[in-house]
């Protein structure tokens, strides 16, 4: 139902933009965020974006590099990452929630992750 795409490998400094689309039954009315987990680690909050795109809400680390938007008529969130640092690289994942929050066992429905790499 989700599909997360847009991942690869990029230098210190370089950007991505992440896609993921979802079945319209669970994107139109549903928060939108993003995750990420890097080898080693647990799985963390990267953005989050309200229903009708009006409010996000970003993880310190990422505030000022990251953008996250989303197109309602194509079903599809994105995230824009500027400024790429090797700290980034992880796992990325999309996943929907009733709600707006960061706590990761809200989010109802995860997409299948897309690997972001950034070499220093």
């Known amino acids: ?25 669970i994107f139109s009315i549903n928060v939108m965020g993003w995750f990420r987990q890097a080898p080693g680690k647990e799985r963390e909050f990267v953005s989050i974006i309200s229903w009708n795109g009006g409010t ?19 079903n599809t969130v994105y995230m ?4 790429l640092k090797p700290d980034d690289t992880a796992v990325y994942y999309c996943a929907v929630a009733p709600i707006f929050t960061t706590t990761e066992e809200s989010f109802t429905s995860w997409g299948r992750g897309t690997q972001v790499t950034v070499s220093s």
């Open 1 to 25: 139902q989700l599909q997360a795409s847009g991942g690869g490998l990029v230098q210190a400094g370089g950007s991505l933009r992440l896609s993921c689309v979802a079945s319209g039954s």
């Open 56 to 74: 996000t809400y970003y993880r310190d680390s990422v505030k000022g590099r990251f953008t996250i938007s989303r197109d309602n008529a194509k």
């Open 80 to 83: 824009q990452m500027n400024d």
